[in-house]
Every structure is written in structure tokens, then in C-alpha cells.
DNA sequence: GGCCAGGGCATCT
DNA sequence: AGATGCCATGGC
């Protein structure tokens, strides 16, 4: 609904400035590392390029060098990993509130129902822009979250909870009690306390905020089920494997556990 | 039909 | 602190 992939782009609606504008994003063939290839349209044509650039680097990882995760020691299925994706960069949200919704939204159901949740949410609030005759969705705002009532987010067939989690995010971050978008400046450690704070979101939820939303460079959503198939299917495992040896294969992936993370679940 | 889903809380021992 | 039940719903 949101994110899109249409001939070999992957279509991305934003707002810079409270503009709309479609990031499109392909690949840049014939370099050793490939390359992103970045373009964009607005119905606006006054977009500031210096916010809509630092947006992408955050997005995209683009100040990051991917050399540094891919020589850093690890252990041979990471590698393996890195040779069959060379040059893949993680996708992150546009901001922090979207990555911890969607944490909410996906916790404890499949994916697929977690995605139709999510369309619901889009489609309910509804807020849209035109590029060539197309109609694009803008994930919901902090504020626009806010003001949706608990029985509606019901109707959607959100749980009790989900809609409790989702909505008082949303409006402690509205209202100033919470600086979801202040993360990133944060560390690692500072920032996770911050996180687990708040009622709804716990360790997996915490580390996946961190490194979808924050951009967080050593997140590890431990217990996350892509981490465990991946595991399983990589490492031979005939069942998920357990924390213990979860946590010791995440030491030798620091300081990029959310880089190895996301590597993993590419191979899903 | 039972178990699991990109969990976390509340409530026990 | 560690275990257990519960939430709500869909996919397989």
C-alpha cells in the first residue's frame, strides 16, 4: 500500500516539509557494490533537496560504508550472506513513528494479517497525492493517529491492545511527553531504556524501532521469528535456535547487528 | 483443528 | 526472577 515496487523501482511516498513527494529508488548496475539509483517526484515543485538528501542518507544508510560490515569478522553463513546480496542496504522508515507502529501493528500476528492491518490504517486516514495520474498513500502522522478512537482501530480488527499500544504511542508522542525522531541522536543503550519504557513495547519492539526507525547501527531484535527461520534454514538448525547461541553469533556481528540482521531476513 | 505468527503484559509461584 | 495464561486474529 505504502511501499511499492513497480518496474524493478521501489516506489516510496514522503512528506519533506509537509510535502509529498515519491522517492524511487532502483539499482545502478555495472558497479563492483551496486550502486542506488535515486530519483524523485513532487506535485509541489518547491522541495528543499538538502532536507529531501538527508532524508534518503538516513533511509538508505548512504553515509555508511558497506565495506566496513562486509570485512569485518563474522562467521562464514554472514558471509555467505554478504556474497549473495552485495551492495543490498537495509530500507528504512521515513521517520521513528512509522517503525514503532509498525512494530505494534506486527507483533504476535502473521504477516500478512499485520499488512492488511496496517492497509486499513493507511486507508482509513486516508491521506493521498497525485504523480502522473497515480494515487499514493502517505503513512499515517503522529498527530493523525492520534485523533483515531479506540473502537475504530477495533473495527479494523486491531486487539484491545494493539489499538491501547498504538494509540497512547501516538499521543504521548503528539503531545510532547516523547521524542520518538530524538532517538537517533541517542545511544544505543539510552535509547533502548527510553523504548522499553513504555507500556506495549518490549525488547523485540524496542530493537526493531532502533534499527528501522532510529537507524541504529547495533540493534538485535532477539526472538524475532524472521531472525529465527533465517537461522534455521542458514545454519541447518532442525528447530529455532535458542538465545544462548543466538546471543554468542550476535557478538561476533557487533558493532552491526542491525546490518546482519537485516541481511538476514533478506535471505527470507 | 491445532499450532504458530517479525510479543508483551499481568499475574501468579 | 522465572513460569504461565491471556490477548485476538489469520494462515497453514
Known sequence: MVDR????YFLRPVLIDNNPVLIKIGNKPGALVEALKVDWESPKSSIDTANLRRLLTRMFYLDFDLN????????KIMKGLIRRFPGFRPILTPNVFESAAWA?????????????????LVEYV??????DGQ??????????????????LRSMQFSGRKAEYLLDLARMAAG????????????????????????GLGPWSANYILMRGAGHHDAFPVGDSGINQAMKRLYGLDKKPDIG????????????????????????
Open 135 to 152: 494515487t499514493y498513500h502517505l503513512f499515517p502522522g503522529v498527530d493523525e493517529v492520534a485523533n483515531i478512537d479506540h473502537e475504530t
Open 104 to 120: 505494534i501493528i506486527g507483533q504476535q500476528v502473521n504477516l500478512q494479517f499485520a499488512y492488511r492491518l496496517k492497509s486499513r
Open 245 to 268: 547461541r543466538l546471543l554468542e553469533l550476535g557478538e561476533r556481528w557487533r558493532p552491526y547487528r542491525s546490518l546482519a540482521t537485516f541481511y538476514l531476513w533478506k535471505s527470507l
Open 126 to 131: 486516508n491521506r493521498t497525492f497525485q504523480i
Open 176 to 199: 510532547g511527553e516523547l521524542d520518538l525522531e530524538g532517538l537517533a541522536e541517542l545511544d544505543y543503550e539510552t535509547a533502548l531504556q527510553k523504548l522499553l519504557a513504555i507500556r
Open 5 to 8: 515496487f513497480a518496474d524493478r
Open 68 to 75: 566496513k560490515f562486509y570485512h569485518h569478522p563474522a562467521d
